[in-house]
């Protein structure tokens, strides 16, 4: 509030922040000044000529819409009431800041953190939590705990500036989820593959393949990828490793990253389990004559069901004698999918 000099005329400039009250008086003019005058709010003195104003309202409070309000020039209004005795005049100023913020969320007990962004340092902040605002400080808030928090800005030395409100900002609790499923071999020689996700958190994401005794066989650096696969892995039994920025365990104090050894369907992570030794016996299923064999048929009986294998063999007549003297033996080594 002022008085200018030589005319006695009270005036106060103000930030466009809400509503702007009169008393319960008997009659109320609300008037905005316009026409052919123009607002000039970086002018003290305030225009007094009778014709640049034009009445807005008659109601005991009035509410300026900050839309009708020009950024660049702002607007000037007076009011006077009981229909006589002093105009008081007043300038209004449309902020035009743009509230825009990030926020870290408490991730694997990494406290949270907000930060007020595209506001210059001539702005302070206030935080508040649900216990009262704090001290006025930077754009950073930095350990916050899961929770609604409102942030408040103002100009820095500025008496009775406007307090900007910015919407409730919340900071989640996320936990990380690995979800594993693999493949497993076919074959005996063959390999298999182990598929990682990482849930609830942000990447970007570190992969580790650990034998059962938690020594890695394979990593990837930081990558963005979700989900990863691990190929051409060998027989064995396994337990996936995966880190985020927050998610890193704390090996020093005996705290591992986050692991996971079973699968979705909660079974441990083993590339070759499905393959079982052959325990096989044989027989020979043809019988001998005079003339050359050239083959002959061959049963393996499993423990599951017998298999017939044609083999070669070639016996010439001098070697009946010796081959009915003498028993064949045959080894078979093989796999088989139980």
Not at 15 to 34: D, N
Request: include cysteine; charged fraction near 15%; aromatic fraction near 8%.
């Amino acid at each position: 509030m002022m008085v200018v000099p030589l005319r006695g005329l009270i005036f106060a400039e103000t930030l466009m922040i809400g509503s702007l009250s009169g008393a319960p008086f008997g009659s109320v003019s609300w008037e905005i000044l316009g026409g052919s005058c123009s607002p000039d709010i970086n002018e003290d003195c305030p225009e007094t000529t009778n014709s640049c104003y034009t009445q807005v309202s008659t109601a005991q409070n009035f509410t300026i819409d900050a839309s009708s309000i020009p950024s660049t020039t702002g607007a000037e209004f007076r009011v006077r009431v009981n229909g006589s005795g002093a105009y008081y005049y007043f300038k209004v100023k449309k902020s035009t800041i743009t509230q825009t913020y990030v926020k870290q969320d408490f991730i694997c007990g990494v406290p949270g953190r907000i930060q007020v962004t595209n506001l210059s340092s001539a702005y302070e902040f206030s935080i508040d939590n649900g216990g009262g605002f704090g001290p006025w400080q930077g754009p950073i808030f930095d350990n916050l705990t899961p929770g609604t928090y409102n942030v408040l800005a103002r100009l820095q030395n500025t008496p009775d500036a406007c307090e900007y409100p910015y919407e409730p900002i919340t900071i989640d609790q996320l936990d990380i989820g690995i979800d594993v499923t693999f493949t497993d071999a076919q074959c005996s020689g063959d390999t298999g593959t182990i598929t990682v996700t990482a849930n609830n958190v942000p990447g970007p994401y570190k992969y580790t393949l650990l034998d059962s005794s938690g020594v890695a066989q394979e990593f990837t650096a930081f990558i963005p990828d979700n989900p990863y696969t691990f190929s051409a892995v060998g027989f064995g039994t396994y337990i996936v490793q995966v880190e985020t920025q927050q998610c890193t365990g704390d090996p020093l104090n005996g705290i591992d990253p986050p692991r996971e050894s079973l699968d979705t369907g909660g079974n441990p992570i083993i590339i070759g389990s499905g393959l079982s030794p052959l325990d096989a016996s044989t027989e020979v299923n043809s019988s001998f004559g005079c003339s050359t064999i050239t083959d002959v048929d061959i049963i393996v009986n499993t423990r599951e069901v017998p298999h017939h294998i044609r083999l070669p063999l070639t016996v010439d007549r001098l070697n009946l004698h010796t081959l009915a003297l003498r028993p064949i033996t045959l080894q078979v080594q093989a796999h088989m999918i139980s």
